[in-house]
């Protein structure tokens, strides 16, 4: 009998480490490294649900079990993309290792800041491994052009063939300059991906009456003082424009400008939140905050920025909080 059983659990494990790669894939379809970074934000909301699973099996299950299902999803993926190389595996894999690391929350104790990096750790090795090649090198005129067909081919259900052509080109100027800080755009997916994963597991633990973590608020977001040292060397390299190493600084400075801005962002939220001006007036400033967010997003980085010195949240921080990060209200040993 207990054969029996240990036969019909390691039957399940398989089964749902080839279900959750079939899955992915199917979904996620054969990408691209160029097609991947371009598509980022679609692609957000097919990883969470995928990284919670793993959370969830990695609490539940243990590690054995957990790696088991890893490998069967890896290859399951695999083995629907043949026979090219796709990215679709890897992606996968990413996700898995994200949840297993959201999943055992003894791993990384202090900060909740702390703690989203640690969880974010896949996702900045995908970007080092295919984000610095493509700042490097730039993508092939091939693959540029399969970009520009197929896009091409969206517009002109929509427009006019003059209309269209003129349309592809401003898409191709911006998807070339989207290749030029891939480093930088895969880096703040990673972070981005790490921390919406953090909410949704949360909730499905709720469901599950499971214990979870405790989650600050996005209003006490702040970086860590010295990290502002970081922002200033990028961009001293990229006022020199030193061609050498200008792709790297130029990424250097916009993953700075992106952890600043949300900075800022966290404090224009605190401050809305603790104005009595009703909440049309609230929608109406978030309304015309997004429609002018090419403006206001390079606002947010400079109050990001300000912040690091000049505490813009006095009520929320002391100054002994500035080496922190994080205040210590987001402890991740703290449970919900």
């Known amino acids: 009998m207990a054969a029996q059983a240990r036969t019909l659990y390691q039957i399940l494990f398989w089964g749902s480490g080839i279900g959750l790669g079939a899955a992915f894939t199917f979904v996620i379809g054969d990408i691209s490294s160029p097609h991947y970074l371009l598509e980022l934000m679609s692609t957000i909301l097919v990883e969470v ?117 003129n349309a592809i080109e401003n898409a191709m100027y911006f998807f070339q300059g989207v290749f030029r800080v891939g480093f930088a755009v895969y880096i703040l997916y990673a972070v981005m991906l790490s921390w919406f994963s953090f909410y949704f597991t949360g909730w499905l633990m709720g469901i599950l009456r499971e214990t979870g973590e405790y989650l600050p608020p996005l209003y006490t977001f702040k970086m860590p003082f010295h990290t502002i040292w970081v922002l200033l060397f990028g961009a001293g390299l990229w006022v020199g424009e030193l061609k050498p190493v200008y792709p790297v600084t130029l990424n250097i400075l916009a993953v700075m400008a992106g952890f600043y801005g949300l900075q800022g962002l966290a404090i224009v939220i605190y401050h809305m939140n603790r104005l009595s001006i009703g909440r049309l007036p609230k929608i109406l400033f978030w309304v015309i905050f997004f429609l002018t967010i090419i403006v206001t997003g390079v606002v947010l980085v400079f109050i990001g920025i300000f912040d690091n010195w000049f505490n813009l949240r006095p009520a929320m921080y002391h100054k002994s909080d500035k080496e922190k990060g994080m205040s210590d209200e987001s402890n991740s040993e703290r449970r919900c």
């Open 49 to 165: 649900p995928f990284v919670a699973a793993y959370a969830l099996l990695a609490r539940k299950s243990g590690w054995a079990c957990t790696l088991f299902c890893i490998v069967t999803g890896v290859l399951a993926s695999y083995a629907m993309t043949l026979p090219g190389f796709s990215l679709t595996p890897v992606i996968f894999l990413k996700a898995a290792v994200t949840g297993v690391i959201l999943g055992n929350m003894t791993w990384c104790a202090g900060s909740f800041l702390r703690r989203l990096f640690v969880v974010s750790a896949p996702g900045i090795v995908f970007a080092c491994i295919f984000g610095i090649p493509i700042i490097l090198h730039g993508v092939l005129p091939r693959v540029l052009e399969e970009i520009r067909t197929d896009s091409l081919d969206v517009y002109r259900m929509f427009m006019s063939e003059d209309d269209a052509l």
